[in-house]
């Protein structure tokens, strides 16, 4: 029933209970990022190796002319901190490692966040003083703008004109790196059939998909699975 790591997260409390139940001796779980109802865009800011990503992060804002607003914030066991930001419904982020700059990592669609209260051997994940009360504020749109990927040429447009959802997904898709191509296929054909749209952007899902590198048998059977994982969906 489970398996599917990040694919499976829910918001249902009974799917909830039924994963922890899955997992009785956990020690951490997962919040996934860039679904419903926050579209949430984890900031990773890390302090490993010498450097400092939230003086990285306030250059960043300093020339783009943006603010880093109040929000939700956790504390790493490793001294990092990471920034919950609620990302439009209709943007689908990437992930990315250091591509803002070191040691700023951003977790966003078919990525998670490690959820407060999790525990490793390096010590236990914290909301920051201040901040559990606050809901994931707004991703200001100067940041917003640096989180998404370069826009393909034209030739390479691989979907519907007008299909603002579809498109988004099928950006998505194409800005896959390797090692997380069929992952991000996946969970891009799970958002489009939970939307309605996933037969209609079948043809575009796969093409953008071999664009990448995967075969078009892969991606079929990528978007075959996650057509049936949806219909089984409660």
Do not use: M
């Not at 040429?153 to 099928?170: I, K, N, T, Y």
């Not at 059939?193 to 796969?206: V, W």
């Amino acid at each position: 029933r489970f398996g599917h790591g990040v694919h499976d997260a829910s918001a249902d409390p009974a799917r909830v209970r039924a994963l922890f139940a899955a997992a009785p001796r956990a020690t951490g779980y997962g919040i996934a990022c860039g679904l419903p109802p926050y579209h949430l865009i984890g900031v990773d800011l890390d302090t490993k190796a010498g450097t400092d990503a939230v003086a990285a992060l306030r250059g960043l804002a300093r020339r783009h002319r943006f603010t880093v607003p109040a929000t939700v914030v956790v504390l790493t066991p490793s001294g990092g901190r990471h920034l919950w930001l609620s990302g439009p419904a209709d943007v689908v982020v990437p992930n990315s490692a250091s591509r803002l700059a070191p040691g700023i990592d951003i977790r966003g669609a078919g990525g998670y966040l490690v959820g407060p209260g999790s525990r490793t051997e390096r010590g236990v994940y914290a909301v920051a003083p201040g901040t559990a009360h606050l809901p994931p504020a707004p991703c200001p749109r100067a940041l917003l703008r640096l989180l998404l990927p370069t826009p393909h040429a034209p030739g390479q447009r691989a979907h519907p004109p007008g299909d603002r959802s579809g498109e988004s997904l099928v950006r998505f898709v194409l800005a896959a790196h390797e090692g997380q191509r069929n992952a991000c296929l996946f969970w891009a054909a799970c958002r489009a059939y939970e939307t309605g749209i996933g037969p209609a952007l079948t043809t575009a899902l796969t093409f953008a998909a071999t664009t990448t590198g995967l075969t078009e048998r892969e991606a079929r059977a990528t978007i075959a699975s996650a057509a049936r994982r949806t219909d089984r969906r409660p």
